[in-house]
């Protein structure tokens, strides 16, 4: 009975990384580059490719209409079935929706930011804040690797995304390095899934504040992002929102309707937490880093 449990559970997953874009994009991806269950159990390998899916998903993209991409590479996934069962299936791989590691947070920042000060004015959100679907005033981590030596060129999410990314973060080198340790006591969101992102606006959005679509994000990319948490109500309750990677694989672009509202998680480009308040309980400097992250070369026509 337990297997039986076990097998449906993996069904269900591989079904919801069969219809989401960027799991999907990935998996064309790794099959265009030769790679197989045994390359995409290393972190830095499934990094790169999920930061170079997002780049080639994104609405500003500058190519075909982003519509049309993610409709292509949820097409050409349909095939990698075995490929999605197989790596979903893999121990190494469990990570992915693994909750925080309140021990392992790297920030990366080109400017002078004290992690240790960091709060959210009152009052509602900015139209920016409901656009890109994240506070003003935020600071952002990301999770180091598990099992990468300490010269690897991605260290992280943030490392994979400098390396092979198409987000608009272009920063100035050398970039600080700073391992933040997290509270045991701190109160982290997790979004592993839609129904996640979409469960966290339906308790803090303010419906008001998004009364139609973003007219440029509609027309280019076709997305509705929907509502956002109004974030000074939620860091009353929360001190972060950690987006796993699965998260960022399968919520991403996909939307998620219930009582009438839609949202679509668009605007976070790597697994990451956006720190809503400082509860750090220690800061340890590492070596800069001195260049972009070399890119490993997923870049493979569809």
């Given at each position: 009975?337990r297997?039986?449990?076990?097998v449906?559970?993996?069904e269900?997953?591989?079904?919801?990384?069969?219809?989401?874009p960027v799991?999907?994009?990935?998996?064309?991806l790794?099959?265009r580059?030769?790679?197989y269950?045994e390359?995409?159990?290393?972190s830095?390998?499934?990094?790169?490719l999920?930061a170079?899916a997002?780049?080639?998903l994104s609405?500003?993209?500058g190519?075909?209409?982003?519509?049309?991409?993610?409709?292509?590479?949820l097409?050409?996934?349909?095939?990698?079935?075995?490929l999605?069962?197989?790596?979903?299936?893999?121990?190494r791989?469990?990570?992915?929706?693994?909750?925080?590691?309140r021990?392992a947070q790297?920030l990366?920042?080109d400017?002078?930011?004290d992690?240790?000060?960091?709060?959210?004015?009152?009052?509602?959100?900015?139209?920016w804040e409901?656009?890109a679907?994240k506070?003003v005033?935020?600071?952002?981590?990301?999770?180091?690797?598990?099992?990468?030596p300490?010269?690897?060129?991605?260290?992280?999410?943030?490392?994979a995304?400098?390396?092979?990314g198409?987000g608009?973060?272009?920063?100035a080198?050398?970039?600080?390095?700073?391992?933040?340790?997290?509270?045991?006591s701190a109160?982290?969101?997790?979004?592993?899934?839609?129904?996640?992102?979409?469960?966290?606006?339906l308790?803090?959005?303010d419906?008001?504040?998004?009364?139609s679509p973003?007219?440029?994000?509609?027309s280019i990319g076709?997305?509705?992002?929907?509502?956002?948490?109004?974030?000074?109500a939620?860091?009353e309750d929360l001190?972060?929102?950690?987006?796993?990677?699965?998260g960022?694989l399968?919520?991403?672009?996909?939307?998620?309707?219930?009582?009438g509202?839609?949202?679509?998680?668009?605007?976070?480009?790597f697994?990451?937490t956006?720190?809503?308040r400082?509860?750090?309980t220690?800061?340890?400097?590492v070596?800069?880093?001195?260049?972009?992250?070399?890119?490993?070369?997923?870049?493979?026509q569809w």
């Amino acid at each position: 009975m337990r297997q039986t449990g076990w097998v449906s559970e993996l069904e269900d997953r591989v079904e919801d990384f069969l219809r989401a874009p960027v799991a999907a994009a990935v998996l064309v991806l790794a099959d265009r580059a030769g790679l197989y269950v045994e390359d995409l159990g290393d972190s830095a390998t499934l990094s790169a490719l999920a930061a170079t899916a997002m780049g080639y998903l994104s609405p500003w993209n500058g190519g075909e209409p982003a519509a049309g991409v993610r409709e292509r590479a949820l097409a050409l996934a349909r095939p990698l079935r075995d490929l999605a069962t197989d790596v979903l299936a893999d121990p190494r791989n469990t990570w992915w929706a693994a909750p925080l590691d309140r021990s392992a947070q790297l920030l990366l920042t080109d400017t002078d930011t004290d992690p240790m000060d960091v709060a959210q004015p009152e009052g509602p959100n900015q139209d920016w804040e409901v656009y890109a679907q994240k506070p003003v005033r935020h600071l952002t981590t990301s999770t180091e690797l598990p099992g990468r030596p300490a010269d690897a060129f991605i260290q992280s999410g943030a490392h994979a995304e400098l390396a092979c990314g198409g987000g608009d973060w272009i920063p100035a080198y050398p970039l600080h390095q700073v391992r933040l340790l997290v509270g045991a006591s701190a109160r982290v969101y997790e979004v592993h899934s839609p129904a996640d992102w979409h469960a966290l606006v339906l308790r803090y959005a303010d419906l008001f504040t998004h009364p139609s679509p973003d007219a440029g994000l509609l027309s280019i990319g076709g997305i509705d992002h929907g509502p956002a948490p109004t974030w000074s109500a939620a860091a009353e309750d929360l001190d972060g929102i950690h987006v796993s990677l699965s998260g960022l694989l399968t919520a991403s672009y996909v939307p998620f309707t219930s009582d009438g509202i839609t949202t679509t998680l668009w605007a976070w480009d790597f697994e990451c937490t956006r720190w809503l308040r400082s509860v750090f309980t220690a800061a340890e400097p590492v070596p800069d880093l001195l260049e972009s992250p070399r890119d490993p070369g997923y870049h493979h026509q569809w």
